[in-house]
C-alpha cells in the first residue's frame, strides 16, 4: 500500500514538470539561436549560421510589436551585422518597454544563397528575473486586494484577527496555486485547441469549486491537525474573486506554466499580507473610542483606503 | 424562511433600501469599489448584474422542486455562469468600448456573493413571479447604490454628469483615484447607519 503510494506521488511530480517544462521551452525557428534586448533601444539576435548580408541590413524585412498591440509596429533605425554574420543588432529609434515581451517578426531569412522560411520569435527579459518580477508584481505593485479591489468580501469578513487572516490566507494561497495550474493546463489543452473558450466562465467557476473539494478531501485525510486549524476557511475561499479572477487572467495573458504559477502564488501571498496588515489595524481599531455610525464595516473600510493610498507609491515600479 | 407575505412592491423596495445590497449586506463589495468612477460605468454594470439576478433567480425558481437538497450550492453556481457566459458575450458584440472599461468585473459576476445568497435565501422556497420581483429589487438596489458612488465620485472628481460637464471645473480629483472608492463606501454606509439610528431613536422617543 505504501509502495503505491509513493509511486503514485513520483508519476504526478514527473507529470507535472513534465508539463510545465513543454511550456517552458518551446523552440520557435530552428535557424535563430537567441534573442535578447540589449541597452535600452537595441535587440540582439543569433543565427546558427552566416546570414546574407545584403537581406540583414534591409530594414523591411523585419517588422516587431509588443505582444498586447499587434498594430502598432515599432520603427527600426539601424541594423548592424557582426564579421561573421551570425549576429544581427536591431537598433530602434525609440526606447523599448523591456517589461512587455515583443513578437519579432523576420520574413524570408536567406543563407548562403537559401531562403529558410519566415520566422515568428518572441523577444523577452532574462527568464527568471522575468518570473520574479511577475510574482513581486502580483504580489506587491498590483496587490489584487489594494490596487485591483477583489476579493473584499472575504477580506474584510476575515481581517478581524490576526490568527484567522494568516490562517485563512495560507488556506487561500493553497487553493489558488492548485486551482490556476488547474485552470491553465485545461485552458490551454482543452479550451483553446476546440475552440471552447466562450465556456472559460463555466468551466474556471466549476474547476475551483471543485480543487476546494479537492484540498478539502485531500487535507482531512493527510494533516487532520491542519485540517481542523483551516478546514473552516475553505469554504470561504469559493466565494472569493480572486480565485476566479486569476485563471481569467492567465487565460487573457497566454501565459506559460512557470508565469501562471508565479502569478498565482503572487496572488495568494498578496492576499495573505494585506489580510495581516489589515487586521493588525483592526485589532488596534477595537480599543479605539470610534463614532458610532462609523463603528464596523465603515470605519475598515476608510483604513483600507489608507492602505490603498500607500500602495499606490508601489505603482509604476519596475523590478529589473 | 416560508414562503414570503411581501407584495411585489415591497419586494422591490426591500431591495433598494432595507436589504440594499452593498451598504446594509456589505456583499459585492469588489465592484463597488473597482469602477464605481463614474455614472455610466455604474449603471451599465447594474444593468448587467440586474440581467443576471432576475434570470438566474427565475431559473432555480422554475426547478426549485427538482434540484436536490445536497447539490444546490453547484446548481446556483453553474445556472449564473451561464447567464453571466450570455451577458459577457452580448456586452463583447454590442458595446465594446464600455466592455473594455469595465474589463474583468463582468465575468467576475459569477463570483457575485449577492446573487447566490439571494438564489439560496429566497429563489429556492419561493414561487416564480415573487422570485422575479425579488431579483428586480436586488438588481435595482445595486444598481442605485453602484450609481450614487459613481454620482458623488465623478461629480467631485472630474466636474462631469455621463461625461457632460456640469461645474466646470474639477473639486477635488482625490476621488477619481481608486483609493477614494473605500472612502465612498464607507462614508457611504456610515450614513445608512446613522438614518438607521435616528429613525430607531425617533421610534422609540
Known amino acids: ?320 | 424562511m416560508p414562503a414570503t407575505t411581501k407584495t411585489n412592491s415591497q419586494l422591490v423596495v426591500n431591495g433598494i433600501l432595507n436589504e440594499n445590497p452593498i451598504f446594509r449586506l456589505a456583499l459585492s463589495m469588489c465592484p463597488a469599489v473597482g469602477i464605481s468612477t463614474t455614472v455610466m460605468n455604474g449603471l451599465l454594470l447594474g444593468i448587467a448584474v440586474l440581467f443576471v439576478q432576475v434570470f438566474s433567480s427565475c431559473t432555480i425558481s422554475v426547478i426549485r422542486n427538482f434540484i436536490h437538497p445536497k447539490i444546490r450550492i453547484p446548481t446556483y453556481t453553474l445556472t449564473i455562469a451561464t447567464w453571466v457566459t450570455v451577458i459577457d458575450l452580448v456586452l463583447a458584440a454590442y458595446m465594446p468600448a464600455a466592455y473594455k472599461e469595465m474589463g474583468i468585473f463582468v465575468k467576475l459576476i459569477v463570483a457575485f456573493a449577492i446573487i447566490t445568497m439571494r438564489l439560496e435565501m429566497f429563489a429556492c422556497k419561493n414561487s416564480v413571479p415573487a422570485s422575479f420581483w425579488d431579483g428586480v429589487g436586488m438588481g435595482l438596489g445595486f444598481m442605485f447604490a453602484m450609481m450614487t458612488l459613481g454620482f458623488v465620485r465623478e461629480l467631485l472628481g472630474m466636474g462631469t454628469l455621463f461625461g457632460y460637464d456640469i461645474l466646470g471645473f474639477k473639486p477635488l480629483l482625490f476621488f477619481v483615484l481608486p483609493a477614494a472608492g473605500f472612502f465612498c463606501v464607507g462614508i457611504m454606509m456610515a450614513i445608512y447607519n446613522y438614518v438607521e439610528l435616528a429613525y430607531n431613536r425617533k421610534k422609540k422617543g
Open chain 1, 1 to 320: 500500500m505504501k509502495i503505491f503510494r509513493r509511486e503514485y506521488l513520483i508519476l504526478s511530480v514527473l507529470a507535472v514538470l513534465g508539463l510545465i517544462l513543454l511550456g517552458g521551452c518551446k523552440q520557435e525557428h530552428r535557424f535563430i539561436k537567441k534573442t535578447a534586448f540589449k541597452d535600452t533601444n537595441s535587440i540582439v539576435i543569433v543565427f546558427a549560421g552566416p546570414v546574407d548580408e545584403a537581406w540583414a541590413q534591409n530594414t523591411g524585412n523585419y517588422s516587431i510589436y509588443e505582444k498586447p498591440d499587434p498594430d502598432i509596429k515599432l520603427k527600426i533605425g539601424k541594423v548592424s551585422v557582426s564579421p561573421d554574420k551570425r549576429t544581427v543588432v536591431l537598433t530602434f529609434e525609440e526606447d523599448l518597454n523591456q517589461d512587455q515581451p515583443h513578437i519579432l517578426n523576420i520574413s524570408e531569412i536567406i543563407s548562403e544563397g537559401k531562403s529558410l522560411g519566415t520566422a515568428f520569435v518572441k523577444v523577452k527579459k532574462l527568464y527568471f528575473g522575468y518570473l520574479f518580477s511577475i510574482l513581486i508584481g502580483a504580489m506587491i505593485i498590483n496587490n489584487f486586494v489594494f490596487t485591483k479591489y477583489l476579493g473584499l468580501c472575504v477580506f474584510f469578513g476575515t481581517s478581524q484577527k490576526k490568527s484567522t487572516a494568516v490562517g485563512m490566507g495560507i488556506t487561500f494561497t493553497i487553493v489558488i496555486v492548485f486551482s490556476a495550474m488547474m485552470a491553465w493546463f485545461l485552458y490551454q489543452f482543452v479550451l483553446k485547441p476546440y475552440r471552447l473558450d466562450f465556456l472559460q466562465i463555466v468551466v474556471f467557476i466549476g474547476l475551483v469549486s471543485l480543487s476546494v473539494q479537492a484540498v478539502d478531501t485531500i487535507l482531512r485525510k493527510l494533516n487532520p491537525a491542519l485540517f481542523k486549524a483551516f478546514g473552516v476557511y475553505l469554504v470561504l475561499v469559493i466565494a472569493n474573486c480572486i480565485v476566479i479572477a486569476v485563471p481569467l487572467i492567465l487565460a487573457d495573458n497566454e501565459y506559460n506554466g512557470w508565469e501562471s504559477l508565479m502569478l498565482a502564488l503572487g496572488a495568494g501571498l498578496g492576499f495573505l499580507i494585506a489580510l495581516f496588515l489589515m487586521s493588525s489595524v483592526r485589532e488596534r481599531l477595537d480599543l479605539a473610542n470610534v463614532p458610532t455610525t462609523y463603528r464596523g464595516l465603515p470605519i475598515a473600510f476608510v483604513v483600507a483606503g489608507l492602505f490603498a493610498l500607500a500602495f499606490m507609491g508601489f505603482s509604476g515600479m519596475s523590478i529589473f
